[in-house]
């Protein structure tokens, strides 16, 4: 029952706000909210491989609370709705807000990639909002291209960092980063990945906890 719905002619009494945090697909989410944070913080100072380990999870976590939230028959609408908006706005997060401190770590925090920055978390968030108020464009289709999509080449980008330059690579990265803001919200139809795809999500997120573990233990070895 929404909190909308009433009780014998009496507003029901909404949920507390904490209980909806025992929702199993919920507590998925936040796992990939944590997982996000942390890319952040290791982006800000500057390890990207941690950075990029922290980010990939964040996809994984995002493809699994849907899974976990479909195989779960007795949640309520309420329970539905408030999931929908919850994994929505953690999202921005993890694939707006992260990709663009990345960008700006890795550019130094120069003026000049304040703009990239901004790019990528107002696509984002327009993307969102789009999203939430129509949905998908038939049973199986995105109107642009979905944001987890950044963070998956974003991470996968960063296996070729030490083998340009770095200041090629800031460029690419900026440009890269770019184009796939304006993907988000091209007007374009993209395939809404499900299924096996799942098992694919889950291979490139273990190699590359793999790869980057291994860069990490090189770095401090």
Known sequence: MSAEETINGS?????TILSFAKDLPNLC???GLLS???AIYFAI???FPAAMIGLIWAVFF??????????MNARTETQRIFGGQLDSLIDIVSFGVCPAVV???YG??????VPGAFCIVAAGVLRLSYFNVFGLVGESTYQGLALDNNSIILALLFVFDGLLSSSVFAILLYIVLLALAILNVAPIRTPKLSGAWYYGITAC???LTLIYGWQLLHATG
Not at 11 to 15: D, G, K, M, V, W
């Open 108 to 113: 130094d925090y120069s003026p000049w990639f």
């Open 62 to 71: 995002d493809w699994s609370d849907g899974i976990i939230a479909r195989r």
């Open 29 to 31: 989410s936040l796992a």
């Open 205 to 207: 997120t273990l190699s």
């Open 36 to 38: 996000a944070v942390l």
């Open 103 to 105: 960008l700006l770590s």
């Open 11 to 15: 507003p029901a009494t909404p949920p």
């Open 45 to 47: 100072l500057g390890v």
